[in-house]
């Protein structure tokens, strides 16, 4: 398996391309702001090409060039359906004046036209998508947004890893994703670590939608909101 990464745009957010080997397609998760020129670098040094798109959720800063990914490779996108009206219209997940600043923050001046891709899938709960023999499975987990959701691709190098976990802003080396923006609820995103996170084997690595990897079982040992749920 072939699993690389880099951070793209202003909010450094990871983007992921994960393919079962040189010559096959791949999947690329989360294409953030700016993500374009280093895609096509990544998908040439490895020698593969996109087959999907899979978004973690609706959040600019992860689909930000979802569109454009598809319309060059043409290949799907996979999303959530309460998070699918993000495509075409990312700021409404913020509110107007947070909006406004973020704007004004990252410099990003007058926002590109948005518009869901030619082939939108639903990346419903339990569903499994298969790119070029890489079989990720989908876990909706609303509470950072109503579609969030984490893909689990099984892992076959020689580390001792059963899993890998593609967590968007769910879950975060010692942390969780923020759930004061629209659509977020404290609730449910307790109900989806409760429900979806401690059943899980430990030696599944978690890669994050910002900043490092961590396991299952650090954030089980480590992580406060995962603690006050356990204790």
Same mark, same amino acid.
């Given at each position: 398996?072939? $699993? #690389?990464?880099?951070? *793209?745009?202003?909010? +450094?957010?990871?983007?992921?391309?994960?393919?079962r080997g040189p010559g096959t397609q791949c999947?690329?998760?989360?294409?953030?702001?700016?993500?374009?020129?280093?895609?096509? #670098?990544?998908?040439?040094?490895?020698?593969?090409?996109?087959?999907?798109?899979?978004?973690?959720?609706?959040?600019?800063?992860?689909?930000?060039?979802?569109?454009?990914?598809? /319309?060059?490779?043409d290949c799907p996108v996979w999303i959530h359906p309460a998070d699918?009206?993000?495509?075409?219209?990312?700021?409404? *997940?913020?509110?107007?004046?947070?909006?406004?600043?973020?704007? +004004?923050?990252?410099?990003?001046? %007058?926002?590109?036209?948005?518009?869901?891709?030619?082939?939108?899938?639903?990346?419903?709960?339990?569903? #499994?998508?298969?790119?070029?023999?890489?079989?990720?499975?989908?876990?909706?987990? @609303?509470?950072? #947004? @109503?579609?969030?959701?984490?893909?689990?691709?099984?892992? %076959?190098?020689?580390?001792?890893?059963? +899993?890998?976990?593609?967590?968007?802003?769910?879950?975060?080396?010692?942390?969780?994703?923020?759930?004061?923006?629209?659509?977020?609820?404290?609730? +449910?995103?307790? %109900?989806? $670590? /409760?429900?979806?996170?401690?059943?899980?084997?430990?030696?599944?690595?978690?890669?994050?939608?910002?900043?490092?990897?961590?396991?299952?079982?650090?954030?089980?040992?480590?992580?406060?909101?995962?603690?006050?749920?356990?204790?």
């Amino acid at each position: 398996m072939l $699993l #690389t990464s880099f951070p *793209a745009g202003p909010l +450094q957010a990871n983007c992921y391309v994960a393919a079962r080997g040189p010559g096959t397609q791949c999947a690329v998760v989360d294409p953030g702001m700016d993500a374009m020129d280093d895609l096509r #670098t990544v998908i040439k040094e490895l020698n593969v090409t996109p087959g999907a798109v899979l978004v973690t959720h609706g959040h600019f800063d992860h689909m930000w060039c979802a569109q454009d990914v598809a /319309r060059e490779f043409d290949c799907p996108v996979w999303i959530h359906p309460a998070d699918r009206h993000l495509l075409s219209d990312p700021m409404a *997940a913020i509110s107007g004046e947070s909006a406004a600043m973020l704007r +004004q923050q990252l410099n990003m001046g %007058d926002l590109p036209e948005f518009a869901e891709p030619a082939d939108v899938r639903d990346a419903v709960d339990g569903a #499994t998508i298969d790119v070029d023999g890489l079989v990720f499975t989908v876990d909706h987990v @609303p509470g950072h #947004t @109503p579609g969030t959701v984490f893909y689990r691709v099984d892992w %076959d190098g020689p580390e001792a890893i059963s +899993q890998v976990m593609f967590s968007g802003d769910f879950l975060f080396q010692g942390s969780i994703g923020r759930t004061d923006l629209a659509g977020g609820s404290h609730t +449910q995103m307790q %109900d989806s $670590l /409760r429900d979806r996170v401690l059943p899980l084997a430990d030696d599944i690595v978690v890669l994050p939608g910002h900043g490092p990897q961590t396991s299952v079982a650090r954030e089980r040992v480590t992580n406060p909101f995962l603690a006050e749920l356990i204790s």
